[in-house]
């Protein structure tokens, strides 16, 4: 994958910095929103898949670690802070699969499942997949790292959920390949972090959530809560997805990567709910408010986001950012 387009001093600091090494990351402050949250999936893009022209050893590079924990200090602390009127919502005497239940019951006044499934157009559809790509082409890497962290019934849950994920042992059933077929059915780039130009902040906050909790062992709590709150929202959602896909007539591999979801999510709820966040809880139950926490960050972060896209459409905009053609070099 190439570099991304800058969107601001830090960003354009750092990509300068991935490409030779030398300038100095240390004062210079993301301009806003945009500019954060695109450096710091730069920063986590290092574990994944990296970029053409960085040198792979860059993901341990002491000076952009520092970079990132910075981000990431500020990035954690605003979402404790917005996802705390969502954690209260959970009983404080109630079974952890309660909790989570009433967390991801939220009324997060918006529904974009509705709209797609009865009201998008199919450029807005497109839209919709292109923002989801940048998740989906890696479906379930993020929670993967909280594998070597969980042990007993937890890590077997987990493993479980991660093995429907990546496949059931059949390469051509891999999620993020499932996903890649849905979009070259509609023409769309299903190359790896092909659209990340074109998603706003509120898209790359989405990831760059599981990327923090993922990479982190001591938010082990809240990669599961959030993983258990992303399959407990999945089923019913990705049926209307599958009715507007098929409302539009999108093509046959559209509607079976959402089929698949109805099915596997539905199984996946409880698994991620009972048996990775119950017994996760049981074995460590300082990890509680985390798992909570970890729950209402994707409820939070997914309103913000079907709360953006809704409004650009209603405005009769685009979702995508507009972005300059890339200078031949
Ligand atoms: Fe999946
Ligand atoms: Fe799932």
Same mark, same amino acid.
């Given at each position: 994958?190439? &570099?991304?387009?800058?969107?601001?001093?830090?960003?354009?600091?750092?990509?300068?910095?991935?490409?030779?090494?030398?300038?100095? &990351?240390?004062?210079?402050?993301?301009?806003?929103?945009?500019?954060?949250?695109?450096?710091?999936?730069?920063?986590?893009?290092?574990?994944?898949? +990296?970029?053409?022209?960085?040198?792979?050893?860059?993901?341990?590079?002491?000076? &952009?670690?520092?970079?990132?924990?910075? =981000?990431?200090?500020?990035?954690?602390?605003?979402?404790?802070?917005?996802?705390?009127?969502?954690?209260?919502?959970?009983?404080?005497?109630?079974?952890?699969?309660?909790?989570?239940?009433?967390?991801?019951?939220?009324?997060?006044?918006?529904?974009?499942?509705?709209?797609?499934?009865?009201?998008?157009?199919?450029?807005?559809?497109?839209?919709?997949?292109?923002?989801?790509?940048?998740?989906?082409?890696?479906?379930?890497? !993020?929670?993967?790292?909280?594998?070597?962290?969980?042990?007993?019934?937890?890590? *077997?849950?987990?493993?479980?959920?991660?093995?429907?994920?990546?496949?059931?042992?059949?390469?051509?059933?891999?999620?993020?390949?499932?996903?890649?077929?849905?979009?070259?059915?509609?023409?769309?780039?299903? /190359?790896?972090?092909?659209?990340?130009?074109? *998603? !706003?902040?509120?898209?790359?906050?989405?990831?760059?959530?599981?990327?923090?909790?993922?990479?982190?062992?001591?938010?082990?709590?809240?990669?599961?809560?959030?993983?258990?709150?992303?399959?407990?929202?999945? /089923? #019913? !959602?990705?049926?209307?997805?599958?009715?507007?896909?098929?409302?539009? +007539?999108?093509?046959?591999?559209?509607?079976?990567?959402?089929?698949?979801?109805?099915?596997?999510?539905?199984?996946?709820?409880?698994?991620?709910?009972?048996?990775?966040?119950?017994? #996760?809880?049981?074995?460590?139950?300082? =990890?509680? !408010?985390?798992? &909570?926490?970890?729950?209402?960050?994707?409820?939070?972060?997914?309103? *913000?986001?079907?709360?953006?896209?809704?409004?650009?459409?209603? %405005?009769?905009? /685009?979702?995508?950012? *507009?972005?300059? %053609?890339?200078?031949?070099?």
């Amino acid at each position: 994958m190439e &570099l991304p387009q800058a969107r601001g001093a830090l960003s354009a600091t750092l990509s300068d910095a991935l490409r030779d090494g030398t300038p100095d &990351l240390s004062s210079v402050e993301p301009d806003d929103e945009e500019d954060l949250h695109l450096s710091l999936w730069m920063l986590y893009e290092l574990h994944y898949r +990296g970029f053409d022209g960085v040198d792979d050893a860059r993901e341990w590079d002491p000076d &952009l670690l520092t970079v990132r924990a910075r =981000l990431e200090g500020r990035f954690e602390s605003d979402l404790r802070a917005a996802c705390r009127p969502i954690v209260e919502l959970a009983d404080a005497r109630g079974s952890v699969p309660d909790q989570l239940a009433a967390i991801t019951a939220y009324d997060v006044g918006v529904s974009l499942p509705n709209f797609v499934q009865r009201e998008a157009s199919a450029d807005q559809y497109l839209e919709f997949l292109a923002q989801r790509s940048l998740y989906h082409l890696k479906e379930s890497d !993020p929670a993967a790292w909280a594998v070597p962290r969980l042990e007993g019934p937890a890590k *077997v849950a987990l493993a479980e959920l991660q093995y429907d994920e990546y496949g059931g042992g059949r390469p051509e059933r891999l999620h993020s390949r499932l996903f890649a077929e849905a979009m070259e059915a509609c023409r769309l780039d299903a /190359s790896y972090g092909a659209y990340v130009d074109r *998603v !706003p902040a509120y898209t790359l906050a989405v990831n760059n959530a599981m990327s923090l909790f993922g990479l982190h062992r001591r938010l082990r709590g809240a990669a599961m809560g959030h993983l258990a709150a992303f399959e407990m929202t999945s /089923s #019913l !959602p990705c049926r209307r997805y599958l009715q507007g896909a098929e409302r539009l +007539g999108l093509g046959e591999p559209v509607g079976h990567y959402f089929d698949e979801h109805v099915e596997a999510d539905a199984v996946h709820e409880h698994l991620a709910a009972r048996g990775i966040c119950g017994a #996760l809880v049981e074995a460590e139950p300082q =990890l509680r !408010p985390d798992v &909570l926490f970890g729950a209402a960050a994707c409820v939070h972060l997914d309103a *913000v986001a079907a709360q953006q896209m809704l409004d650009a459409w209603a %405005d009769g905009r /685009s979702a995508l950012r *507009v972005v300059r %053609d890339r200078e031949v070099a």
